[in-house]
């Protein structure tokens, strides 16, 4: 009789368990914390999620039980609705789960990786599509490139402006207004290398709003996945910077939604089983050489697609391995410039005026969106001797430098090498006074 007394007693208390729905909003060890009615409550991890892969990550929706006074245990994991993973580099084949139940994804990069580099964008916004949700970019540190970067800018962003939802522009440590309306009321993971300003933007956000008072939460530099509440129902997932995403098996029409100005020469071009700018004829390569599509777009579908230029490829689109014949008028003086009489197999600039063009990032690699007048500002000696000129690029400020040509002008050489003394800060007269001290 006793024992039946117990387990109804038990039984009872079973039954007053209270149970508890939230958002998972960090994880750290043998603990989770959970968002409930606007309250953190700290709960403790079953061992069977411990050693499960991805079994439990922020943003999912999970039912919390109160087991003791103040004490908390995960019950139960409700089914996702959304997932987006990334890769791993050490081991390629594994999906690494980064958020859950996510409405939109907002990729982050930096201004100054917009104007030499470009792959991640493209990257994030196939996930984005694959995990069935809306994708956004962001440009931070805009504010720290000059006017004219900006304008060289404008037409990298007009690729992103047809293949992504939206695209905003500005500072990081500024609340973006426009940003935090078009999101409003939705759960929003932020990805992007380290210190391109994910967590700033967040915070920034949050402050202008007093959000950050109101949940007495400090956001501090992120190395896991943390969830933040904001205004009106929107949730901000912050994640650690990663830069792969390692996606496996990318399909023609995944192509053609992120590389469209690529992937509709590829359908139509006469070398239908090659990956393309192999060889002479290829309707890739007559767009690239024609400078309709931009390298950087080129390189980031080639790394995309997996697959790497051949040597063949390489010897007509990259002087840093092979020798640059490309015959060409100069944009200053107008003289024709031919690659005989250089005394070498790289032509960099205009025998006549000295001038150039900004085309590179690393010498010969042909990656500059600038595409900005280098003028000669100075010429310096090399080790051994030889002479090479300082370039200076009008656009962006970048500086160069590039042996000089065998046919160079010698009278603007010189003229180059002697102004420092033609234009002395004291009068040369003063010379002998000077020594004599």
């Not at 992504?164 to 609340?175: H, N």
């Not at 935090?180 to 210190?195: H, W, Y």
Request: hydrophobic share 35%; net charge neutral.
């Amino acid at each position: 009789m006793k024992k039946k007394k117990t387990k109804e007693i038990n039984k009872t208390k079973d039954s007053q368990k209270e149970v508890i729905q939230g958002t998972v909003v960090n994880i750290l060890n043998k603990q989770v914390k959970v968002l409930s009615e606007g309250n953190i409550i700290t709960c403790l991890i079953p061992g069977s999620l411990l050693t499960s892969k991805n079994s439990l990550i922020v943003g999912d929706q999970v039912e919390v039980e109160l087991t003791g006074t103040d004490q908390y245990r995960l019950n139960h994991i409700h089914t996702r609705t959304t997932a987006v993973y990334r890769g791993n580099r050490k081991s390629p084949e594994e999906d690494i789960l980064i958020a859950a139940n996510v409405q939109c994804l907002l990729a982050i990069v930096t201004a100054d990786y917009l104007l030499h580099q470009a792959g991640y964008i493209e990257s994030a916004i196939i996930a984005a599509r694959r995990a069935g949700i809306q994708v956004g970019v962001f440009i931070s540190k805009w504010d720290l490139i000059g006017e004219n970067t900006q304008n060289l800018l404008q037409e990298k962003l007009t690729y992103y402006q047809s293949t992504a939802d939206f695209v905003f522009v500005g500072s990081a440590c500024e609340c973006q207004e426009e940003l935090i309306n078009k999101v409003e009321g939705k759960t929003v993971v932020i990805i992007g290398d380290r210190s391109c300003g994910k967590t700033s933007l967040i915070r920034s956000c949050l402050n202008e709003l007093a959000i950050i008072e109101k949940y007495q939460r400090n956001i501090a530099s992120t190395y896991n996945s943390d969830l933040h509440a904001g205004f009106n129902g929107t949730l901000w997932i912050d994640t650690p910077g990663f830069r792969d995403f390692a996606l496996q098996g990318i399909t023609e029409e995944e192509r053609g939604d992120v590389f469209p100005e690529i992937s509709q020469l590829t359908k139509g071009c006469y070398f239908r089983n090659c990956t393309h700018v192999h060889e002479d004829g290829c309707q890739v390569l007559e767009e690239l050489r024609a400078k309709k599509i931009r390298r950087d777009r080129y390189d980031s579908y080639q790394k995309m697609i997996g697959t790497k230029a051949t040597s063949d490829t390489e010897s007509k689109l990259d002087y840093r391995r092979a020798a640059c014949t490309e015959c060409f008028p100069c944009k200053v003086c107008g003289a024709f410039v031919v690659p005989d009489g250089a005394g070498s197999q790289h032509r960099n600039h205009c025998p006549k005026c000295l001038s150039s063009i900004h085309v590179d990032i690393e010498p010969g690699d042909r990656a500059s969106l600038c595409q900005g007048i280098m003028e000669p500002v100075s010429v310096w000696v090399r080790k051994g001797g030889e002479w090479a000129i300082i370039h200076r690029c009008k656009e962006c400020g970048d500086l160069s430098s590039n042996r000089i040509a065998a046919d160079d002008n010698p009278a603007l050489l010189m003229s180059i090498a002697v102004k420092p003394l033609a234009m002395t800060p004291f009068p040369l007269n003063k010379l002998e006074d000077i020594f004599k001290q």
